[in-house]
């Protein structure tokens, strides 16, 4: 999972094409990993638009390409994934056993019920990550293209899209039954979505965001309050684990 990638914003030798051809045999049959295969690619995006130098368009306009391409890729995975349709039901969030404990807020007032645990780590990863690189790269090509009135609201459209369905899997993976194991998974899309409800000042999907992150800790596991800011709560865990070592 590229998800330590999308925090420090640094690609790894993961997305290499010879630690790529490891996993492409593979990565025909299991869609999982065909995923993971194009979301670690993500992180690399990211660290290219860091180091991106003022004034040199036609790095820039490399960049773009490839940002859209990738994009197209992931979602050209998520349309053979949903060749059959859905793989989950919208049902009322109060469905989920425990959840009205973690955040009683409405403000997502149904969720998505996945046909099974892997189903859901698949969506949870796509929209998370689409709305990553997509944020990335409509950031670019505000800066290095014209984009027409039209085209802002497609690209915002699309980005909200992702940003609701990343909340939406989420009560799904705090069900009372599934203990804790979906938790830690389902913390950094929160982080994500609360990105962009802040740069759209929407206020009341930051504060189910924050609700939800904070309660939906695992008990005992942190002896203070764990922050959203990714790089701080890294830290944090860096600092706990040293005190076993």
């Keep these: 999972m590229p998800c330590i990638g999308y925090h420090v914003r640094k690609g790894s030798m993961l997305d290499t094409d010879e630690w790529m051809a490891v996993t492409a045999k593979v990565a025909k049959v299991d869609p999982y990993v065909a995923l993971i295969d194009i979301c670690i690619r993500i992180p690399r995006i990211l660290e290219r638009t860091d180091k991106l130098v003022a004034g040199d368009q036609e790095a820039a306009d490399k960049l773009i390409e490839d940002s859209l391409a990738l994009a197209n890729k992931a979602k050209e995975w998520f349309a053979k994934f949903e060749k059959h349709g859905p793989r989950y039901t919208t049902v009322d969030v109060g469905e989920f056993a425990g959840f009205s404990d973690i955040c009683p807020d409405r403000t997502f007032d149904t969720a998505y019920n996945f046909y099974a645990f892997g189903a859901g780590i698949c969506y949870m990863i796509y929209w998370m990550s689409l709305l ?108 706990q684990s040293d005190r076993y070592i």
Aim: hydrophobic content about 35%; overall charge positive.
């Design 132 to 239: 990553i690189l997509q944020s990335n790269t409509f950031k670019l090509l505000r800066q290095h293209r014209t984009l027409l009135p039209k085209d802002m609201y497609l690209w915002d459209r699309e980005m909200g899209s992702y940003a609701d369905s990343s909340c939406r899997c989420v009560p799904y993976n705090c069900r009372t039954d599934v203990g804790y194991v979906g938790r830690f998974g389902s913390l950094t899309p929160l982080v994500v979505a609360r990105k962009y409800f802040e740069a759209k000042k929407m206020e009341k999907e930051i504060g189910w965001c924050e609700k939800v992150y904070q309660n939906a800790r695992i008990p005992g596991l942190y002896s203070t309050p764990i922050p959203m800011e990714p790089l701080k709560s890294m830290q944090r865990l860096v600092q």
